[in-house]
């Protein structure tokens, strides 16, 4: 609820603030908490019992109040529907022949694909409102089936109840409405871009609206919508929202969307209370409207935000302590906008560094002894592991928002040069490796690689830097390319253009270093990339939403030398063969599928020395799977998995508690995990002996605010994952 007054501040609140209050909102907004607290809870009994004395009246009273809340937008205030969108409810064929249990079953489980309702075909989505307690459910229902000519009759708690009960609750699934903050807490953070810049039109053919409605609309779009929808709203994750569809669908149905969300992915941002009825509504009608530019940012915006804090001259010639800075982990702190080095002997926190906002990635020079992080907010941090304490030497803006940053690698290049890939504008930029200069700005906007469409806005996702050539290697989400930059001649960059699939999103490297394996996650797919060759190997498919990190490479007992990855979308951990010499038959195939605790994960993670292979599940809508982690036997995989309860061992307090990211030490014998809670709750890091996969340490206390990545230095400058 808070958000709700928030959002009347938006100009006064800076972006980083906002997003994590409704982050916070839309994850505790678990669409099944209520229900299952009321079904163990012997009240209830004692509730129904009373129930009894109401009156059929009173319960036809109440129905229609609650209808008026949760069915109207969609189904319309006399029961008409939406021609097109939502079947009427009024005079129902459908309804009358399946009685009431099909409009419970609707409401509890949500209903989807093609019904046929008074002659017409549907084949739409109605989210689950399983939210409504027994009792609500049994009025509205009541209500509706003696209104508008429908059969009448009265319908019990208990009915509900048994249909309710009925249903397995399990995987994401069976919870649309919280698979919505799945993805939103995963890409629809926010764009951290004011509308102020913005060119803003408000056009003749839209529905009226009124420049400050639209200034509101826009600050809310580029906050919660642009990451999922896109900032000029072509679509990504979310789909297109241009005008020729908006127009065409009207303002009745795009509220009714924006108010309930969907199933596929859609948060739900007026029942879960983070946009008012009127924010909805300016929001129907601003999607109307072409949507308004942001600012670019070229060469002078970029100087004018870099900051050179400390010139390499007056930098230390020598480590200024005698800490293994090999073993040092770069620890996001997501909300609080900072970076924690931690020292991974220790276990000390040894500064913790203001950086950008929700530092997406951490990432070391070749030489281990600079760490780069890169804000959501596009600002680049550079810090000098050497100083004592590690602090900043260089700043700069590479964008409005970003979520890639890497150095060169390649032998003789080491140190030599950035590189950092930017959401908006969409574009990549080169930069001095030790003081951030920006040398080159290269826009990715171009044709997508299926349809060859011009597309306005293609992000760069991950970039890794290449052992083979001297280049780094940029995915392009929205067209599907992975460019092949090579700088040995920053003034005339030669680009290697491959085409793969959409939407790129992140991946890794295979054991060897030289294969990269990246997530094409609108196809489903994984493209494989010959970094030696400079080609495209392999492009299988896997199950839906595939999110690696960077994967984990692992030697399968029966297939060799695989890449692991889990997805966001169900259980499945997906191992592709990475050993063309030695088993040529499995190359690039998918080997094996396991089946993990849950959907909602974000990464995998295995060490050379280790035998166990580690998978997260932090966006899974149950608090069981998303406070722990499964660990498989990598020699023993059809084993099953252990349960680790790591968010229990860190012994907090109040919260999500979500557990994140496993990350191996230096010598690859401890595991380290993320224990991610909200703002002002109280977060913690959870040390395991990966041999022993028993607690060993834990790092909690004030500074440690909602942690998230860990990048451990020598790991992660070997890729080592
Ligand atoms: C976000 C929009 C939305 C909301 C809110 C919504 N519905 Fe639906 N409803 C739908 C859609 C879409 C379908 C058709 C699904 C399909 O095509 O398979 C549907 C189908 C139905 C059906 C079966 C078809 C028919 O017309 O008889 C019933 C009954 C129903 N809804 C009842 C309700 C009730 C009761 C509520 C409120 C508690 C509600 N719905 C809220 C969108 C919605
Ligand atoms: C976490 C990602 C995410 C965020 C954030 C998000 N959306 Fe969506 N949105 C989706 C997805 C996915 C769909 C497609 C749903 C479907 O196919 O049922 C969608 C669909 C829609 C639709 C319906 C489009 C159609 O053609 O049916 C509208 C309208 C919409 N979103 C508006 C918004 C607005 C306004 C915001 C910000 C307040 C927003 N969305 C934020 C993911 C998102």
Redesign the pocket.
């Known amino acids: 609820m808070k958000s709700r007054t928030m959002l009347f501040l938006i100009t006064l609140i800076p972006a980083a603030l906002m997003m994590s209050l409704s982050a916070c909102g839309q994850s505790e907004s678990g669409s099944d908490a209520a229900p299952e607290a009321a079904r163990s809870d012997p009240a209830v009994a004692v509730h129904a019992a009373e129930a009894a004395t109401v009156t059929f009246e009173e319960r036809l009273e109440n129905g229609q109040k609650l209808y008026a809340t949760h069915c109207v937008a969609c189904h319309q205030a006399e029961g008409q529907g939406l021609a097109g ?1 939502f079947p009427p409810l009024a005079g129902s064929d459908y309804l009358a022949e399946g009685g009431a249990k099909v409009a419970i079953g609707a409401v509890i489980n949500g209903l989807s694909g093609p019904i046929t309702v008074n002659g017409v075909e549907y084949n ?2 109605m989210p689950a409102l399983s939210y409504l307690s027994d009792s609500d459910v049994a009025d509205i229902v009541t209500y509706v089936m003696n209104s508008w000519d429908n059969p009448g009759g009265e319908v019990a708690a208990a009915e509900v109840a048994a249909v309710r009960g009925g249903e397995a609750v399990s995987g994401p699934a069976d919870h649309p409405i919280s698979s ?9 953070a926010p764009t951290a871009m004011t509308g102020e810049a913005a060119r803003k039109f408000i056009d003749s053919e839209g529905p009226n609206m009124t420049q400050q409605e639209f200034d509101v609309a826009t600050e ?2 580029f ?7 896109g900032v000029l709203r072509k679509g990504a ?5 241009t005008v020729d ?2 127009r065409e ?1 009207g303002t009745d ?2 509220k009714a ?2 108010t309930y ?7 739900n ?1 007026g029942t879960s209370g ?2 008012t009825e009127e ?2 509504d300016i ?2 009608r ?2 109307q409207h072409e949507p308004p530019e942001p600012p670019e940012w070229g060469m002078q915006e970029m100087r004018d935000s870099w900051a050179l804090l400390v010139p390499p001259e007056e930098r230390p010639d020598a480590p200024q302590h005698d800490r293994d800075i090999e073993n040092f982990f770069a620890v996001t702190l997501r909300d609080s906008g900072e970076v924690a080095i931690i020292d991974g002997t220790t276990k000390e926190i040894v500064n913790v560094v203001k950086t950008g906002y929700a530092v997406h990635i951490s990432r070391p020079s070749a030489s281990g002894r600079y760490m780069y992080t890169i804000g959501r907010d596009a600002k680049i941090d550079m810090i000098d592991l050497w100083m004592d304490p590690p602090d900043r030497v260089a700043e700069i803006k590479v964008g409005l928002e970003a979520r890639s940053v890497e150095t060169s690698k390649y032998h003789g290049y080491e140190d030599k040069y950035a590189i950092a890939g930017a959401y908006w504008p969409p574009q990549y930029t080169v930069m001095e490796g030790d003081t951030l200069e920006p040398l080159k700005i290269v826009s990715t906007r171009g044709m997508t690689v299926d349809t060859q469409e011009y597309h306005p806005e293609p992000r760069v996702a991950a970039i890794v830097a290449s052992h083979e050539h001297p280049e780094f290697i940029v995915n392009v989400k929205e067209t599907g390319k992975i460019l092949l930059v090579n700088y040995e001649n920053v003034d005339s960059l030669s680009v290697t253009t491959i085409g793969a699939a959409r939407f790129l999103h992140d991946g890794g490297w295979d054991a060897s270093k030289r294969y990269f394996l990246t997530a094409a996650n609108n196809s489903d797919r994984i493209a494989i990339i010959d970094s030696r060759e400079r080609k495209l190997v392999g492009l299988p498919e896997v199950t839906k939403i595939p999110h690696p990190g960077r994967g984990a490479n692992i030697t399968d007992p029966e297939f060799g030398p695989v890449w692991v990855t889990s997805a966001l979308g169900n259980a499945n951990i997906t191992f592709l063969g990475t050993d063309p010499e030695g088993h040529p038959d499995q190359a690039w195939k998918v080997v094996r599928t396991l089946e993990g605790q849950g959907g909602g994960s974000l990464f995998v993670k295995s060490h050379p020395t280790s035998t166990n292979l580690w998978v997260d599940s932090p966006l899974n809508p149950d608090e069981g799977i998303s406070q722990s982690v499964a660990v498989y036997d990598i020699n023993n995989l059809d084993a099953g998995f252990e349960v680790l309860p790591i968010a229990e061992w860190a012994e907090l307090g109040e919260g999500p508690k979500r557990v994140v990211q496993p990350e191996f030490n230096k010598a690859g014998d401890e595991v380290w995990f993320s224990v991610w809670s909200g703002q002002d709750q109280e977060s913690a890091i959870v040390v395991v002996d990966d041999r022993t996969r028993k607690l060993k340490h834990v790092i909690k206390g004030p500074e440690v605010i909602t942690p998230t990545g860990k990048f451990n230095v020598y790991n992660t400058v070997k890729d080592i994952y």
């Open positions: 969108a739409a989505v919505g903050s799945t993805e939103l807490a995963y890409s629809g809310v779009y906050q919660r919508c642009a990451g999922c929808h994750t979310g789909k297109p929202l569809i908006t669908k149905y795009l969307l924006i969300g969907s199933p596929a992915g859609m948060p941002w983070d946009l924010q909805v929001m129907a601003f999607l």
